[in-house]
């Protein structure tokens, strides 16, 4: 059973710092694609940051230069490092997992940052 628990949300002020973590069970997370999507309100799921089972990351282009999705094999976690937080980074941030034909999804954690 595939379950992903994501953590490391909070309130912060903009030009600020959080790191969020996932955290994989029942599946290797480093032969596998993950990604971090987030969901504002009102607005579409839209993909932050994704990382292939070889290490080959991408970004979206509203995040490039700020964030990095990286992967800790032994701990079988990924990572969203979010530098230079904005206001518009205000979100719902989702951790994401495609195992074969299927996508699973964690929970999600919530980041807010202030103006």
């Known amino acids: 059973q595939v379950q992903l628990v994501e953590s490391g949300g909070g309130l912060v002020q903009g030009g600020g710092s959080l790191r969020l973590s996932c955290a994989a069970s029942?599946?290797?997370?480093?032969?596998?694609?993950m990604g971090w999507y987030r969901q504002a309100p009102g607005k579409q799921r839209e993909l932050v940051a994704s990382?292939?089972?070889?290490?080959?990351?991408n970004y979206a282009d509203s995040v490039k230069g700020r964030f990095t999705i990286s992967r800790d094999s032994a701990k079988n976690t990924v990572y969203l490092q979010m530098n230079s937080l904005k206001p518009e980074d205000t979100a719902v941030y989702h951790c994401?997992?495609?195992?074969?034909?299927?996508?699973?999804w964690g929970q999600g954690t919530q980041v807010t940052v202030s103006s």
């Open positions: 990382i292939t089972g070889g290490g080959k990351t």
């Open positions: 994401n997992v495609v195992v074969g034909a299927s996508g699973y």
């Open positions: 029942g599946i290797i997370a480093s032969l596998h694609p």
